[in-house]
């Protein structure tokens, strides 16, 4: 408050404004297209306002500051209000002025002092909880549908002067509002580029999910994403303190993060938040599953019909036992059970949330069941089906759990003509595939959680 200020603060921010260029200041920060700047001028001097939008009450920036200027004609009559707000303090040092901003404060430039004013944004809706990509001790809060209660959200978590807000409006029709947000001393400014044409060259009419982005932005035919979405703020920020870029979408609580490589994908949050001990094998227990959800039908197939041969002769022996009822080939039992789990998955999401489980593990059971007991699959069909669903689950991103679960199905199929060796055939194409994917111009199988470099 006014009536205890420091006469030696006074004398320190004369200092630094007689040292400081304001114009130098702003090209200091990553210019970003919420950092708002604007002049006050009064009859003996002119003084500059200097704000972050989404960080702040714009409402009572207004009423409280611009409207006491407007109605003030010289500069200690503004001063002497503003000195009476809480938060009211002089900025001693650059350092502390930057601090001040980033945290959603606003500025006052004067000829001789700066002051900083509290005016910081107060949560504007009620969080919800990940409901997509869950973890035991980590944050449980989800981004929202609006904009700019996103980026405040990023700001909030990452207060960083170097991160850069960019807006742009995609969809000839719907003109959907998007921000581009990125770390600037981080970023690498060929993904930035080659990110920038490719949203650019957007021609949908109506654009109104993150997902629709990924596909636009994107090659249509890929069998694996090369951009992540997520609707988790802790993964969007640990991934801008890695260089990423992240888009978020107005209207819809997922953010999409480019570029992404297979690692990200398979990598949870609970991963940064558990110690490696406990971590490392449950990363291992995920890939394992990406292997089984993709190559175990094909496998069982291949060995069942064509390569007996690679197992033990009592396994064999007991799986054809277990098939003598079967009266068709391995593959149509296969593509019956396959059909069946995705039927079973499409209806748990389409479901209403309280009735979905109960629906799909009713009808699991009683199908499964009935279909042995009746001769159209073997108990080891559907020990292997079991297996597949489950495997297919452990993956964290909901983009690549799709994704894997169409592979299997190509896989599948040679092994009907080929038998084990169409399968490994179908493997070895498919890593060769994989290997010379890029996102936005990174190797997809980098071995690390997306650590760009900034280009030289």
Not at 172 to 194: G, I
Not at 215 to 242: C, G, H, Q, W, Y
Not at 318 to 341: D, H, N, T
Request: proline content about 5%.
């Amino acid at each position: 408050m006014s009536g205890n200020l420091d006469p030696d603060a006074v004398d320190k921010g004369a200092n630094l404004m007689q040292e400081f260029n304001l114009e130098s200041y702003i090209q200091g920060l990553a210019y970003s297209e919420d950092l708002v700047t604007r002049k006050l001028d009064f009859h003996d001097e002119t003084a500059y306002l200097v704000y972050i939008s989404t960080m702040c009450d714009n409402k009572f920036i207004h009423t409280a500051i611009v409207d006491s200027y407007l109605e003030s004609t010289q500069r200690s009559e503004l001063q002497t209000v503003l000195e009476a707000m809480p938060g009211y303090e002089l900025v001693q040092n650059q350092t502390q002025l930057t601090n001040k901003l980033i945290q959603g404060y606003a500025l006052l430039f004067f000829a001789n002092e700066t002051c900083a004013i509290d005016v910081r944004k107060p949560p504007s809706y009620q969080p919800q909880k990940a409901t997509i990509e869950y973890v035991l001790q980590g944050p449980q809060f989800a981004f929202s549908e609006e904009i700019e209660t996103n980026i405040h959200v990023l700001r909030t978590r990452y207060p960083m002067k170097e991160l850069h807000v960019e807006y742009m409006k995609i969809g000839s029709v719907s003109q959907t509002q998007l921000a581009m947000v990125y770390d600037t001393s981080k970023v690498d400014d060929d993904v930035l580029l080659c990110l920038k044409n490719k949203l650019m060259q957007i021609e949908a009419e109506v654009v109104q999910a993150t997902n629709q982005v990924q596909m636009l932005i994107t090659k249509r035919f890929n069998l694996l994403p090369t951009a992540m979405v997520s609707e988790r703020p802790d993964r969007a920020v640990l991934n801008l303190s890695k260089g990423k870029v992240i888009l978020v979408l107005n209207g819809t609580p997922f953010v999409l993060i480019a570029p992404a490589v297979f690692f990200d994908f398979l990598a949870s949050m609970d991963d940064i938040y558990d110690v490696p001990w406990f971590t490392r094998p449950l990363m291992a227990l995920r890939y394992i599953g990406a292997f089984i959800t993709t190559s175990l039908p094909a496998l069982y197939v291949a060995t069942v019909s064509y390569n007996p041969e690679v197992f033990r002769a009592q396994l064999a022996i007991e799986i054809a036992g277990s098939r003598a009822a079967v009266p068709y080939p391995s593959f149509y039992e296969v593509f019956f059970m396959l059909f069946l789990i995705e039927a079973l998955t499409e209806a748990s999401i389409r479901l209403p949330k309280y009735i979905g489980s109960m629906a799909t593990t009713v009808g699991g059971l009683i199908l499964g069941q009935a279909a042995q007991m009746a001769g159209l699959v073997s108990s080891i069909m559907i020990i292997v089906a079991s297996m597949v669903a489950i495997s297919n689950f452990v993956i964290p991103i909901n983009t690549m759990n799709l994704a894997l679960r169409v592979i299997k199905f190509p896989l599948v199929l040679l092994a009907i003509f080929f038998g084990l060796t169409g399968v490994l055939t179908g493997l070895f194409c498919f890593l060769i595939y994989t290997a010379s994917l890029r996102s936005f111009g990174r190797p997809y199988l980098s071995l690390f959680i997306g650590e760009a470099k900034k280009s030289r």
